[in-house]
Nanobody, 121 residues
Framework: VQLQASGGGLVQAGGSLRLSCAASGRIYSSYVMGWFRQAPGKEREFVAAMRWSSPSTIYADSVKGRFTISRNNAQNTVYLQLNSVEPEDTAVYYC???????????????WGQGTLVTVSS
C-alpha cells in the first residue's frame, strides 16, 4: 500500500487543521495506521495510531485531548484532526502502516511523503 499525506499548511496558535492520509492499494484488516511527526532538528516522534478494523486508538501524551485520529474505510483514508495547535506542533507529519498496535516507529512501514504543518504564535 502506498500512502500520501496532505492537508498541511500555516495555522495560528489555537487554530485547527485536518490532515489526510490517502492509501492506494489494499489495507488489510490487521493493519494499524499511524501518524508521526518530525520537527526541525528533532527526531521523528509518534503522534497517534488507529486500528483499521476497530476503533482502538493510541495517542502521544503531548497531543492527547487536542488531536483526533479517524478513518474512512470506504475511501481508504486516515485523518488527523489537529485542534488547539501550539507552536510546538510545527513539524512535517507522516503517515505509515504497521501490523502492530504500537508507538514504535521501527514497526511501521510504507511511509508516505509528509505534509508540513507550521503553527505561528
Amino acid at each position: 500500500v502506498q500512502l500520501q499525506a496532505s492537508g498541511g499548511g500555516l495555522v495560528q496558535a489555537g487554530g485547527s487543521l485536518r490532515l489526510s492520509c490517502a492509501a492506494s492499494g489494499r489495507i488489510y484488516s490487521s493493519y494499524v495506521m499511524g501518524w508521526f511527526r518530525q520537527a526541525p532538528g528533532k527526531e521523528r516522534e509518534f503522534v497517534a495510531a488507529m486500528r483499521w478494523s476497530s476503533p482502538s486508538t493510541i495517542y502521544a501524551d503531548s497531543v492527547k485531548g487536542r488531536f483526533t485520529i479517524s478513518r474512512n474505510n470506504a475511501q481508504n483514508t486516515v485523518y488527523l484532526q489537529l485542534n488547539s495547535v501550539e507552536p510546538e506542533d510545527t513539524a512535517v507529519y507522516y503517515c505509515a502502516a504497521s501490523t502492530q498496535f504500537t508507538m514504535e516507529s521501527r514497526e511501521y512501514f510504507n511511509w508516505g511523503q509528509g505534509t508540513l504543518v507550521t503553527v505561528s504564535s
